[in-house]
Every structure is written in structure tokens, then in C-alpha cells.
């Protein structure tokens, strides 16, 4: 059983990376066409770092992702703190409002959101409402939802006395979320900014009904791409980002790990 379960991994495995293993030698190519390999080449790469507009777009993406997951993990992880502290129905109410955004399709999301900055627009006498303040409110709002199940779980793990006992040796509240909250919640934090933040970066769908003309996201761009025969250097940047968010998502989980293996330490010496 043990060997089929295996099996049936590596194979899911394979779906998964072949695409961007696709993606990577083509970036490598020196011609256009991705089914022929006519030789090992960097010059996709070169002409990215010479593309002026890619890379604004890019910079235009990577500035709302980081902006939009700093604020999300801040609001979600004082959100998590405030439902943990609900007992009963309500805490079950709470916690499935935050799943809706997470099960309710993009384009639902993406039209609703258009249609209220729209009526914002009008109440406040604004022409041109869409652009670089919407998409930002847009994708703080469907980022939450990830940061809240990913710190949650930290904090229902989290023994209640470790704060207790911060409180009994002297520390305010503040000083025991500080020293000792925040230090045991830490690793959920931490994955709930990444994954707000990888959700925000490759985000098209909400993204395409909010932008306006003055700011514009790399997926939204890359979407008038695809009615043209796309150049091998948008497969060198598609690389770039993989690797990247793969090289980041590595350090969590080794940062994770050992995280876990020090506390196990802890455990076993204080018995």
C-alpha cells in the first residue's frame, strides 16, 4: 500500500511541475516555437532586463503584493486574535463569513467589487475611480480570508497559560502578546503573508475588473498577450518568478521546521 501511495505521489507530482519544467526550457530556446528545441540560449533573458514596459508591469505587480499582504497579515492576525476570543455559535458564524471569499468564485468577487467602487465613484463625484487605490482595497479584501486560516490554527495550538504566566511574572498585556502571543504565532503569520502574498502576485480574474488605465498588473497585461504569439522572454520572466516563490516557500518551511523541532526540544526538557 505503502509503494502505490508513493507511486500515486510521484504522479502528482509530475502533473504538477511538468508545466513550469515546460515553461523553463522554453525560456531557454532559441526559437519561437516551444515543441522544437533549436539550442541553449540567455538571450530571452537579456531581452527581459532590456523590456523597460515588462518590468514596470512586474514592479507594478511585486508593489501591490507586498503592500496588500503587509496589510492583510496585520488586519488578519488581529482578526484571528479577536475570533479566537468568541466562544460557541458566534465564533462558528465568524469563522464561516471569512470561508465565503475563499469559496465564492473570482468573477463573482471581481463584479461585485467593480460595481462598488463604481457606486463609490458616483457618491463621491469620481470619473475615473478605478486604479491603483481599488485594486489595492481588492485584493487586501480577498487576501484576509488566507491569513485568518493560517494563524487561527496557531493560536488554538497556543497554550492559554504560557500568557498567564507572562502576566503573573510582571508583564503588561501588551509586553505578554508581544513576548509571548506573538512569538508562539509566528510561523502562522508567516505563511499566511506568503500565501497572501504569491495569491496577490498571479491574481488576474478580481485584478482584470478593478485596475484602471493608470495602474495596470502584469497578469492583467499578459491576458492581451494571448491574442498574439507570445515572446520567449515573458517565458524567462514566468521562470524567474517561479523560482523565486519556490526558493521562498523552501525558507518557510525549513524556517517552520525548525521552529517545530526547537519547541519539541523545549517539551522534552522541561519532563
Known amino acids: 500500500m505503502k509503494k502505490v501511495n508513493r507511486i500515486f505521489t510521484v504522479i502528482v507530482f509530475i502533473f504538477l511541475y511538468i508545466p513550469m519544467i515546460v515553461l523553463a526550457v522554453a525560456s531557454f530556446n532559441k526559437g519561437m516555437d516551444i515543441a522544437v528545441f533549436q539550442g541553449f540560449t540567455l538571450n530571452q533573458y537579456r531581452e527581459l532586463f532590456r523590456d523597460d514596459d515588462l518590468l514596470r508591469l512586474l514592479g507594478n505587480s ?13 488586519l488578519g492576525t488581529v482578526a484571528s486574535l479577536g475570533i479566537h476570543s468568541m466562544r460557541g455559535r458566534l465564533r462558528s458564524a465568524v469563522m464561516a463569513l471569512t470561508n465565503i471569499p ?18 463609490t ?18 485584493h487586501i479584501t480577498f487576501s484576509l480570508p488566507y491569513v485568518i486560516l493560517n494563524v487561527m490554527p496557531k493560536l488554538a495550538q497556543m497554550d492559554p497559560d504560557l500568557t498567564e504566566a507572562a502576566l ?3 508583564c503588561t498585556p501588551v509586553q505578554a502578546f508581544f513576548k509571548v502571543v506573538l512569538h508562539e504565532i509566528m510561523p502562522g503569520i508567516l505563511s499566511g503573508a506568503l500565501m497572501a502574498f504569491t495569491m496577490s502576485l498571479d491574481d488576474f480574474v478580481i485584478s482584470y475588473f478593478v ?24 517565458y524567462a520572466m514566468f521562470t524567474l518568478i517561479f523560482v523565486a516563490i519556490l526558493l521562498l516557500m523552501v525558507t518557510m518551511n525549513l524556517l517552520q521546521a525548525r521552529d517545530s523541532s526547537k519547541k519539541l526540544r523545549r517539551k522534552e526538557a522541561h519532563r
Request: proline share 5%; hydrophobic share 55%.
Open 62 to 74: 511585486l508593489i501591490i503584493a507586498v503592500i496588500s499582504s503587509l496589510i492583510a497579515t496585520v
Open 102 to 119: 475563499m469559496t465564492n468564485p473570482d468573477i463573482v468577487t471581481g463584479v461585485s467589487l467593480a460595481l462598488l467602487f463604481a457606486f
Open 121 to 138: 465613484g458616483v457618491l463621491l463625484r469620481i470619473n475615473s475611480v478605478l486604479g491603483f487605490w481599488t485594486l489595492l482595497i481588492a
Open 168 to 170: 503573573d511574572l510582571g
Open 211 to 234: 485596475t484602471g488605465s493608470g495602474f495596470v498588473t502584469l497578469p492583467v497585461e499578459i491576458y492581451s498577450y494571448t491574442k498574439k504569439p507570445i515572446q520567449p522572454k515573458v
